[in-house]
């Protein structure tokens, strides 16, 4: 075995040396004894310094120690990264809700940048990019090869500069979209009321979040006239990439009246933490849905696990993204950090969801009502579009009215089933679960 071996690294050898010229060992060794820790150390300052002696062009000393540091700590999970000063900066500003950029969650797969989710409202969103595409090249450069940090940079620039990336989605040819940056400024949440349901749309956790959330479902109660009047809650997550913990564990807190919500392990006992709810429920115990998707990551997944296992919220949609991991941001000297995954997070039930994101309890995937007119209404014949057929004679004036009326609002879920299928499903669970409760 130790003949062959040795064979094979003779041959590879042979095959370089026609090209490259062979330096003396950077570090004499036995090889019987295996390195000590500062022998590997001093092996890295060994090369350091042929580096700095020898490569054909003069390097910069900061920026080959930075690239030493990111390579070390991305080769432990996608998610460890060293931030420059510039990129720590810009990640505090993130989760203060305003910065620059095109407004992209993103990750690494394959050596490719992986969109995690758009950001509503934001120059990447309205250009269309969608969760689970690859961004293969930038300005015409490919990003393979590059690691994360790398990758984000070519996509940074001045607000208002043009970059065009090359966007691979499954099932169609590659394609290139032109994107103009902005500043993007993340609103947290927003709130709306459908069919009598308040929907409350979580776009991120940043420090805004659970206020936000607060603020928009006081508003919407107000308009709906009182909690009375309030058929359910919608919690939209759906392409919501995640952010801080404690925004998530708030926002399950908030419609929760007791219980675990989240726990993070660490390496040791030390390093693991539990979470729990505390007395009181915005939505006053009214039935709930939670919508996710393949966008879905993180903080949501928290979100969702936690309602889901506490049987407070019926689960709607696709199957999240499977980020079970905990990130600790650690401020470094010249104002750089290091991103470190220091645990994983296990729902109420414990389960980890890293890799296998959250099942729905129904799964539903999001596509147009092809069968609907351009209108939204399917046609249908009935008795009163016969020629000559008998007038309804039955009913007061103001009891046609409200007929229409609730017609009307009947064609308007219609609608809203061509315009987003998997919501009006959502609104469609409440309006059952809320018939059910009455009866």
């Given at each position: 075995?130790?003949?062959?071996?040795?064979?094979?690294?003779?041959?590879?050898?042979?095959?370089?040396?026609?090209?490259?010229?062979?330096?003396?060992?950077?570090?004499?060794?036995?090889?019987?004894?295996?390195?000590?820790?500062?022998?590997?150390?001093?092996?890295?300052?060994?090369?350091?310094?042929?580096?700095?002696?020898?490569?054909?062009?003069?390097?910069?000393?900061?920026?080959?120690?930075?690239?030493?540091?990111?390579?070390?700590?991305?080769?432990?999970?996608?998610?460890?990264?060293?931030?420059?000063?510039?990129?720590?900066?810009?990640?505090?500003?993130?989760?203060?809700?305003?910065?620059?950029?095109?407004?992209?969650?993103?990750?690494?797969?394959?050596?490719?940048?992986?969109?995690?989710?758009?950001?509503?409202?934001?120059?990447?969103?309205?250009?269309?990019?969608?969760?689970?595409?690859?961004?293969?090249?930038?300005?015409?450069?490919?990003?393979?090869?590059?690691?994360?940090?790398?990758?984000?940079?070519?996509?940074?620039?001045?607000?208002?500069?043009?970059?065009?990336?090359?966007?691979?989605?499954?099932?169609?040819?590659?394609?290139?979209?032109?994107?103009?940056?902005?500043?993007?400024?993340?609103?947290?949440?927003?709130?709306?009321?459908?069919?009598?349901?308040?929907?409350?749309?979580?776009?991120?956790?940043?420090?805004?979040?659970?206020?936000?959330?607060?603020?928009?479902?006081?508003?919407?109660?107000?308009?709906?006239?009182?909690?009375?009047?309030?058929?359910?809650?919608?919690?939209?997550?759906?392409?919501?990439?995640?952010?801080?913990?404690?925004?998530?564990?708030?926002?399950?807190?908030?419609?929760?009246?007791?219980?675990?919500?989240?726990?993070?392990?660490?390496?040791?006992?030390?390093?693991?933490?539990?979470?729990?709810?505390?007395?009181?429920?915005?939505?006053?115990?009214?039935?709930?849905?939670?919508?996710?998707?393949?966008?879905?990551?993180?903080?949501?997944?928290?979100?969702?696990?936690?309602?889901?296992?506490?049987?407070?919220?019926?689960?709607?949609?696709?199957?999240?993204?499977?980020?079970?991991?905990?990130?600790?941001?650690?401020?470094?000297?010249?104002?750089?950090?290091?991103?470190?995954?220091?645990?994983?997070?296990?729902?109420?039930?414990?389960?980890?969801?890293?890799?296998?994101?959250?099942?729905?309890?129904?799964?539903?995937?999001?596509?147009l009502a092809s069968e609907v007119e351009e209108d939204g209404v399917i046609p249908r014949?009935?008795?009163?579009?016969?020629?000559?057929?008998?007038?309804?004679?039955?009913?007061?004036?103001?009891?046609?009215?409200?007929?229409?009326?609730?017609?009307?609002?009947?064609?308007?879920?219609?609608?809203?089933?061509?315009?987003?299928?998997?919501?009006?499903?959502?609104?469609?669970?409440?309006?059952?679960?809320?018939?059910?409760?009455?009866?």
């Amino acid at each position: 075995m130790n003949k062959m071996f040795v064979a094979g690294v003779a041959g590879t050898l042979a095959g370089v040396l026609a090209t490259t010229q062979l330096a003396a060992p950077l570090l004499a060794q036995d090889d019987t004894r295996p390195r000590s820790t500062y022998e590997y150390l001093d092996l890295f300052g060994n090369i350091f310094e042929r580096v700095r002696a020898d490569y054909v062009e003069e390097v910069d000393d900061r920026e080959l120690i930075e690239s030493a540091i990111n390579g070390m700590l991305t080769s432990l999970d996608p998610h460890s990264s060293y931030l420059p000063p510039d990129d720590f900066t810009d990640m505090r500003e993130q989760t203060r809700g305003e910065f620059g950029g095109l407004g992209i969650e993103v990750t690494q797969e394959d050596g490719f940048v992986k969109v995690v989710s758009p950001i509503d409202d934001t120059p990447a969103a309205e250009a269309g990019i969608e969760a689970g595409d690859f961004i293969t090249h930038v300005d015409g450069e490919s990003v393979l090869g590059l690691n994360l940090n790398e990758a984000v940079d070519l996509m940074r620039g001045p607000v208002g500069s043009e970059i065009v990336i090359t966007v691979v989605r499954e099932g169609v040819e590659p394609f290139e979209v032109s994107i103009i940056r902005d500043t993007i400024q993340i609103r947290a949440v927003r709130g709306r009321v459908e069919s009598g349901a308040i929907v409350l749309r979580v776009t991120t956790f940043n420090q805004q979040t659970f206020a936000n959330l607060e603020a928009e479902m006081a508003a919407q109660v107000e308009e709906l006239g009182g909690i009375d009047n309030v058929r359910g809650v919608v919690l939209d997550l759906r392409n919501n990439p995640g952010g801080l913990l404690d925004q998530a564990v708030y926002v399950s807190d908030a419609f929760l009246e007791q219980g675990e919500i989240v726990s993070t392990r660490g390496r040791t006992a030390a390093d693991s933490d539990r979470y729990n709810a505390s007395a009181g429920d915005l939505a006053q115990g009214l039935p709930m849905v939670v919508l996710i998707n393949g966008g879905s990551a993180s903080a949501s997944e928290i979100v969702a696990g936690a309602l889901q296992d506490h049987r407070r919220a019926i689960i709607v949609g696709e199957k999240s993204f499977g980020k079970g991991s905990v990130q600790t941001i650690m401020p470094l000297q010249g104002n750089g950090a290091m991103r470190l995954t220091t645990a994983r997070y296990y729902t109420p039930s414990g389960r980890s969801i890293q890799a296998l994101g959250i099942e729905p309890d129904v799964i539903v995937g999001q596509r147009l009502a092809s069968e609907v007119e351009e209108d939204g209404v399917i046609p249908r014949r009935s008795e009163a579009d016969l020629r000559g057929s008998i007038r309804n004679d039955s009913l007061t004036p103001e009891e046609l009215q409200q007929l229409e009326e609730e017609r009307a609002r009947l064609e308007a879920d219609a609608l809203l089933r061509d315009d987003d299928f998997q919501l009006a499903y959502a609104l469609d669970i409440l309006k059952g679960l809320s018939v059910y409760s009455d009866r």
